[in-house]
């Protein structure tokens, strides 16, 4: 009886390693990303500053700027910062964290406009298309924060326990995104 125990624990202790091994190889694979992000951010001055730009890859042609340079400019300033709003969703353990959506929504249509030929402004009626996500995620928060206040008021915790409590904590990446489809 004494072996199996030494020996459940043995595989605990295992398990607890390679999670916390893989937690700090993740964990400085985004450090290290975010802290290239000055560097990505100028990627866009190795674009020529024509109409046209052809690499072995693709070819793409300016369409609304008349120049790829300030094609690349403008979509490195909305995808950098929607790439950061990304990693804090996802690695954000506050109730409000959902909140967050609202700007990721709103630098996805912009880099989806950014390419649309007809298109000469990005920033152009965004609000609009926003207003139907914000009107669920909005009342949403606002709705959590109240419970979180009644609680407060009617019971003895803390913030952080009422925090604790409302976290929704999926093991997962794909568990994250599964929780919203």
Known sequence: MHQKSKKVKL???????????KSLIIGSIIATFIATTPFLFSLYENV???KTWETFLFTYTSGG????????????????????????????????YHAILVPIVMYSWQIIGLFKEDLSYVDELQLIYLLPIMAIIIPSIYLVRAQMFNKLNTVDKSMEDLEEEFKIKPTTLWGKIKQYF
């Open 65 to 96: 700027y008349e120049d790829v340079n300030i094609v690349a400019w403008t979509l490195t300033g909305k995808l950098i910062p929607l790439l950061l709003l990304l990693i804090w969703f996802f690695t954000c353990r506050h109730w409000w």
């Open 11 to 21: 595989e605990s202790q295992l398990t607890d390693k390679r999670k916390l091994d």
């Open 48 to 50: 020529p500053s024509t």
